[in-house]
């Protein structure tokens, strides 16, 4: 059986973990669309546009430049209310379940809203309220929340950002995350946010040589002296720190993300160029294939484990085992990682 062909089925079917979804990245545009929906049946005022308008369903080629300000200036607008980021959450989560994703690490970055009453604090929780709400009405799959740095806070902002992911650790926050823009900020005035991070039990993740302008030696050293667990993106590294990274895989796992590197033009060429493939022949590095922003690229888990089938030729059995190298790195604790490998032994009894 294990040269069956590899399907959309089978990628669904098989137990995935995903490690790397920014929640408000990942936000289906019909989703989008029903905030939009009640908030125009709420107030006839309201003139946001239409998000099957401003996101067309078949557009995902966003360049990294048109990229950020959909968020700064489209989408958290539209979803400002609580009630938007309590339904947003919600969907989100029943997609990636839908998915097959048996194992989630959702991130996201503390926002405020005066206007609409919601402070960093109620943000969090309440985004900790749906997965716990979640987690009850379903036992399929394990989430939990890493609370994002922003490249472009400043060193105030980034540690109340830590300050809130411990507050809630107790609560299923897991790490740390540094994102956003990768042309804006710098590095390394981060140091003691993620040295508090760290010494609070909590796991860091950083997003690693996005663009040219992010992965000077430097900038790159910087984030590697902070010890990261994980290391999500990693396109344009220079073969000695690609080295370095490599020496260390039993201690930093890699967050690969295919379809956004493909369509925002992170990576020339496509899907067979894409750096997943020296990752996965050439070393033993724990490695997760991982969605991004699934709203706006459009490719699901699944998705990116078919294109990795399609694109670097592996069959049924390479699959669950690239799945089993992602359960590695995941910040969730040894419990989860034997449930995962379980559900893995269980798919691979029947499937293989
Ligand atoms: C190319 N890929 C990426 N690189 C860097 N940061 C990214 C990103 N995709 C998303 N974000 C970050 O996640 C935020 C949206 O989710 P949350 O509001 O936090 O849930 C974006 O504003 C950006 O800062």
Known sequence: MANHVVDASFTKRLPKVELHAH?????????????????????????????????????????????????DSYIYDLCSSLSAIRFATEQVLRDFQADGVR??????????????GVTKELYVSTVLDVIDSFSHQQTEMSTYLIISVDRRN?????????????????????????????????????????????????????????????????????????????????????????????????????????????????????FGDHHFGYYWKDTQCSISLCTDDVGIFQSSVSNEYLLAAKHFGLGRDDLAKLSRRAVDSIFGGEAEKDRMRKLLSAFEKKEL
């Open 23 to 71: 929640l408000t990245g990942s936000i289906s545009v019909l989703t989008l669309h029903e905030i939009w929906k009640t908030r125009k049946a709420a107030d006839a005022a309201f003139s946001m546009q239409d998000p099957l308008v401003a996101l067309p369903l078949d557009k995902v080629s966003y360049d990294i430049v048109s990229f950020f300000p959909l968020f």
């Open 103 to 116: 194992y989630l690490e959702l991130r996201t970055t503390p926002r405020e809203n005066t206007l609409q």
């Open 154 to 270: 400043i060193l105030e902002q980034a540690m109340q950002a830590v300050d809130l992911a411990i507050q809630f650790q107790n609560r299923g926050v897991v790490g740390v995350d540094l994102c956003g823009n990768p042309a804006k900020g710098d590095v390394s005035i981060f140091r003691e946010v993620f040295d508090k991070a760290k010494a609070a039990g909590l796991k860091i993740t950083l997003h690693f040589a996005e663009i040219p302008e992010s992965s000077t030696r430097e900038e790159l050293r910087t984030l590697l002296s902070y010890e990261p667990d994980r290391l999500g993106h990693v396109v344009n590294v220079p073969d000695d720190i690609r080295d370095e990274i490599v020496s260390r895989q039993k201690d930093i796992g890699l967050e690969l993300c295919m379809s956004c590197n493909v369509h925002a033009k992170m990576i020339p060429g496509s």
